[in-house]
């Protein structure tokens, strides 16, 4: 895989963003992630830089109002103009009503559906209205991949091995393979060495 | 090593540090709206997903099936404060991934799919964020988590959105307490946005004198940031109770040293001690111990009693069910037994996994770990060690 950044370097790491309820996956050198100032897992060789959030937003700390902060359930209303009617996500189908009854989002999706009433919730709630901290790590390709499409890439490595008659190299791969596939109930403890 | 035994940097104060970091994963409604099927799928996904990943996840972590342990046993874990109250009660799909020494953990099932959490002894915030960003960091190279860049860690209440992070530490304030300066110093610092619960009852009333205070707020405000003003702000507090200790201690010496002689005249020979009578002698003891009217004695021996004088635990350790009178019983035993010991042989270790079977609970799934293993096998040091 070719870094998406310069076109010619190995790409070693994949940068999974959010924004708006669109999820973007992006697969970059390790000198491209440098450049662009990602962070990397340790001994990924890339020095610590910039995190996202601290190169988009402020760094400036919100005001924040005397008292103690309860999750009594419930956010407090916040006048909101008569006769909008009630936004609902469409993917868990909480209502933005219900959220302020019951103080919990219903999943990721809601901070979409809901964006434009947020402001004002974590104004109150939080003081602040943007995130200023970590995001997601850039992750090492091959980890990122999930189990069962890993399985598929190391079988299909296997049999490429296994016909270059690279036998040491198919052996390991097995053995990965192996551990993947444990089937459930069985313990590890059980293996065969 | 045992994060809740040893004493750690400012520990006349500051009892233990903790760092804890709520995800969620991507493709799931959160667990307030997940169907008993996505619950389990969800557990399932990240306990296989961690276990069967490269490295040492087998080696040096257990997986607890909290579903299959009895409510009391759950509540032991919750009063060695390695779950939540609200995990130890009823619920499903609830496991908990803890390291072998007790003080980096997983919990699955809370108000957030993953919750986190590492704990050091005395003040140590730095530490025990290091520990907790490295198990994230880990998780996030192996399962899709939530994740936005204007609101940050996407969490089921917006008391957790953006860091996710609940940095706090359990503080020991008897000179304050004493000084009834407790409820302005407790409203002071909610002012600076910092939330302070009593660790047993109330606010101004805590019994044992013990206080978790943590930062309030997680959106708007760095991680570093956050952990830096939150020590900024307790290094004053730790001033603040030393001040009032050695106050109080000048005015009247003599009924300081009664106080804490009582304590442990109690301690070393009551037949009969409830709990909350333990937690307020143990207050006296350490008071004590950090005047320097205890020689002879160990925090590390104080840290240790008092991580096992809950109700559950001491059940848990005499392994059957008890009423209040055998518990209070069997708790005088336990104290007396431990404070007579040479501080030098009070049992410190809090590898769960020295002396597991081979091949019985590491990456175990859940299904697989029958529920009298559990009893004995679980990362609860006491049990065990009381015992002998």
């Known amino acids: ?193 | 090593m045992s994060w809740y035994i040893d004493a750690g940097p400012e520990s006349d104060v500051i009892v233990s540090s903790r760092a804890r970091l709520a995800r969620n994963l991507r493709d799931y409604p959160f667990p307030n709206r997940l169907d008993s099927r996505q619950a389990q799928e969800v557990a399932r996904r990240v306990t296989d997903t961690f276990f069967n990943d490269e490295g040492d996840a087998r080696q040096d972590y257990l997986l607890v099936d909290l579903d299959a342990m009895t409510v009391e046993d759950r509540q032991a874990l919750a009063e060695k404060r390695l779950i939540s109250d609200d995990l130890a009660r009823e619920g499903t799909n609830r496991r908990l991934i803890i390291r072998r020494d007790e003080a980096v953990s997983v919990m699955i099932g809370e108000e957030d799919h993953l919750r986190i959490q590492s704990m050091t002894a005395g003040f140590a915030l730095d530490d025990a964020f290091r520990a907790a960003t490295d198990m994230d960091r880990r998780l996030q190279g192996i399962l899709p988590i939530a994740c936005d860049e204007r609101f940050g860690f996407l969490t089921a209440c917006p008391t957790n959105t953006g860091t996710g992070l609940r940095a706090s530490v359990m503080a020991h304030l008897p000179g304050l307490a004493d000084g009834n300066r407790i409820r302005e110093t407790v409203s002071g610092m909610g002012k600076m946005g910092f939330a302070v619960r009593g660790l047993y009852g109330e606010h101004s009333k805590s019994k044992g004198n013990l206080f978790q205070i943590s930062n309030q707020l997680t959106l708007g405000i760095s991680e570093d940031d956050l952990i830096a003003d939150l020590q900024g702000m307790l290094r004053q507090l730790m001033e603040q109770e030393r001040e009032a200790r050695q106050g109080t201690f000048r005015r009247d010496p003599a009924r300081v040293r009664d106080k804490v002689a009582r304590a442990l005249g109690a301690m070393r020979y009551a037949y009969l001690l409830p709990a909350e009578e333990a937690l307020a002698h143990l207050s006296d003891l350490r008071l004590g111990l950090s005047l320097g009217l205890l020689p002879g004695y160990r925090l590390e021996t104080l840290n240790r009693i008092m991580a096992a004088i809950g109700p559950a635990s001491v059940q848990k350790a005499a392994g059957h069910v008890m009423n209040a009178d055998e518990r209070d019983q069997a708790r005088a035993e336990m104290v007396r037994r431990l404070l007579r010991m040479p501080p030098d042989q009070v049992p410190r270790s809090a590898d769960a996994g020295a002396d597991q079977p081979d091949g019985a609970r590491t990456g175990d799934k859940p299904e697989d770990t029958p529920l009298k293993d559990q009893e004995s096998d679980t990362p609860d040091v006491d049990g065990r060690q009381i015992d002998t």
């Not at chain 1, 200023?132 to 490429?160: I, M, N, Q």
């Open chain 1, 1 to 193: 895989m070719i870094c998406e950044h310069c076109g010619e370097r190995e790409a070693t790491l994949q940068l999974t963003r959010t924004s708006q309820g669109k999820t973007t996956v992006q697969r970059l050198c390790a000198d491209c992630a440098g450049e662009l100032g990602i962070a990397a897992p340790a001994g990924s060789g890339i020095p610590f830089g910039a995190w996202f959030g601290q190169s988009l937003f402020g760094g400036s700390k919100p005001d924040i109002g005397s008292g103690t902060l309860h999750n009594a359930g419930g956010i407090p209303s916040f006048g909101v103009p008569g006769g909008r009617h009630d936004t609902v996500c469409p993917k868990c189908g909480l209502s933005f009503e219900a959220f302020r009854k019951s103080g919990l989002f219903g999943c990721a999706e809601c901070y979409t559906a809901f964006a434009d009433r947020l402001d004002a919730v974590f104004r109150r709630i939080q003081g602040g209205t943007r995130h200023v901290g970590r995001t997601l790590e850039a992750v090492p390709v091959h980890r990122a991949e999930a189990p069962a499409e890993r399985l598929a890439t190391l079988r299909a490595e296997l049999k490429r091995a296994v016909s270059e008659e690279a036998y040491e190299r198919a052996a390991k791969l097995r053995d990965e393979i192996k551990r993947l596939e444990l089937p459930a109930g069985s313990a590890p403890g059980k293996e065969q060495p």
